[in-house]
């Protein structure tokens, strides 16, 4: 790949062609380049963090003769942000880096710039011409018969010099002694995870019941490789920032932390406020290659069900008369018990997508729900959305509608709204339910009136809780008062 200009002519001739030409090709070109050689896959002990956004910390140990005193290095990292390199040995310091990422086309372009280059124009290698860079933004080439083309000619051949295969670092290292290796940290991206939960419910449709939950992390590389590499899962939101010297200190504290003593299943510690996931072993991960691994034993826990119908009511602003009747979606959500002091309860639970599946009367299970959740502390319950339910229906009718403006103080207008609302609730199916109507307002509103006792969930959310019988239908009334 590093040989003369007719070898690097031919292969990136060939990415042209392939792509329908010009400067996407070169592009792509060097992409695979980067992506199918990565240096994460060469000698020396690699050790990873993923996070959830993508972010990857890469802390690597390479065989490498460093002198004592200052010397310069120069490494073949592969892609990386050159703002978070850092030793990992406390007594060597970096004083200086240099990086050299220019393996896209528009890069090595620029650096062409001043230089004659061959163009190919047809299939074989005689169908050349040359021509001159002379800038670009945009692009202008200076031919042989003196005129200016804002267009290349053909396919560049550029000298292998102008043309980086894998991004290199330079460093200017510091070493109270002489050593046969050294340990960097640095961020790179290409490979991001997510949890992923499968609830088994109980056989049946009973609003509460035990089921079995399983949970796994899901690796995927998209674009990164590294061969036997020690596996690191951080779960939480991460802030990012610009580069800083502490924001270096950080990093170098995260990276230098001893990693938790792991046995045959993923092991789970706390690192400053966010929860870390230690793969069992060595683990390698190629370019499109995704993989899981189990975060703990099945579990058996207890779940509730629960239909939700949410109000009309505005969060803000004026409320408005209403004249038709409108169709309310059912929402269907599970409610996952996980108390404390008990083993599943004290688990702390990466955020991610959860399945929730149901047997049906041939005992195959069935997908009936698929919830995102967050990132989840021990002790807090989950909540999954399972969709919208298809048996438990419910419309919403305005009745009456009564407004009025007065003067507030200081000028301006003071609004009062009064509305009359009913909900009507049907269970077409053979088990009675309880569907919980909210409303939820902020500012200044009230229920002046219910026909069923509304619950103060808090200061902006109310909740009536409607018992509804099998093969049935239940009506809401209540009055609200709002101003504005």
Request: charged letters at 20%; glycine letters at 10%.
């Amino acid at each position: 790949m590093n040989g003369g200009e007719g070898g690097e002519g031919r292969d990136v001739g060939e990415a042209r062609r392939m792509n329908g030409g010009g400067r996407r090709g070169i592009a792509l070109f060097a992409l695979l380049l980067v992506c199918g050689f990565s240096p994460l896959a060469a000698q020396g002990s690699t050790s990873l963090t993923i996070y959830n956004d993508g972010r990857v910390l890469v802390r690597r140990t390479l065989p490498l003769e460093v002198p004592k005193g200052t010397s310069s290095q120069h490494l073949v990292l592969g892609a990386l942000d050159p703002s978070t390199i850092f030793s990992l040995d406390s007594s060597v310091s970096i004083s200086a880096a240099t990086y050299d990422g220019a393996v896209d086309y528009q890069s090595v372009i620029r650096r062409a710039i001043g230089r004659t280059l061959v163009f190919r124009t047809g299939s074989t290698s005689k169908d050349t011409v040359s021509a001159t860079v002379l800038g670009v933004d945009p692009e202008r080439y200076k031919l042989a018969d003196g005129t200016v083309s804002f267009q290349a000619p053909g396919t560049p051949r550029f000298p292998a010099e102008l043309v980086v295969v894998d991004p290199t670092v330079t460093l200017a290292l510091h070493a109270p002694s002489s050593r046969k290796e050294i340990r960097l940290g640095y961020f790179t991206s290409g490979a991001q995870w997510q949890a992923s939960y499968q609830l088994l419910l109980g056989s049946g449709n009973a609003a509460s019941g035990s089921g079995q939950l399983t949970g796994a992390a899901v690796i995927t590389a998209g674009t990164i490789r590294a061969e036997d590499a020690e596996i690191q899962l951080l779960a939480g939101a991460v802030s990012r920032a610009g580069p800083s010297d502490q924001l270096q200190r950080q990093y170098a504290m995260a990276a230098r932390a001893p990693a938790a003593e792991m046995d045959a299943k993923m092991s789970e510690q706390k690192v400053g406020e966010f929860h870390l996931y230690s793969l069992p072993g060595r683990t390698t991960l190629l370019p499109g290659l995704t993989s899981s691994v189990a975060l703990f034993d099945p579990a058996t826990v207890k779940y509730t069900r629960t239909f939700e119908a949410r109000g009309q009511i505005p969060y803000w602003g004026a409320l408005q008369q209403f004249g038709e009747e409108t169709d309310v979606p059912v929402e269907i959500t599970y409610v996952v018990q996980r108390a404390l002091k008990t083993e599943f309860g004290d688990r702390p639970l990466a955020g991610g997508v959860a399945h929730i599946y149901q047997a049906d009367s041939g005992g195959r299970h069935q997908l009936v729900g698929e919830s995102s959740l967050d990132h989840t502390p021990a002790g807090e319950d989950l909540h999954l959305n399972a969709g919208t339910a298809f048996d438990v229906t419910a419309k919403r009718l305005q009745t009456s509608y009564v407004s009025r403006r007065d003067s507030a103080q200081g000028g301006g207008w003071r609004y009062t709204a009064t509305a009359d609302y009913q909900v009507t609730l049907k269970n077409a199916g053979a088990a009675a339910v309880s569907v919980d109507v909210l409303e939820q307002r902020a500012g200044e509103w009230s229920v002046v009136s219910s026909s069923i006792p509304p619950q103060k969930v808090s200061s902006t959310l109310t909740r009536f809780r409607v018992p509804v019988p099998a093969g049935g239908q239940a009506v809401l009334k209540y009055r609200v008062k709002v101003i504005w």
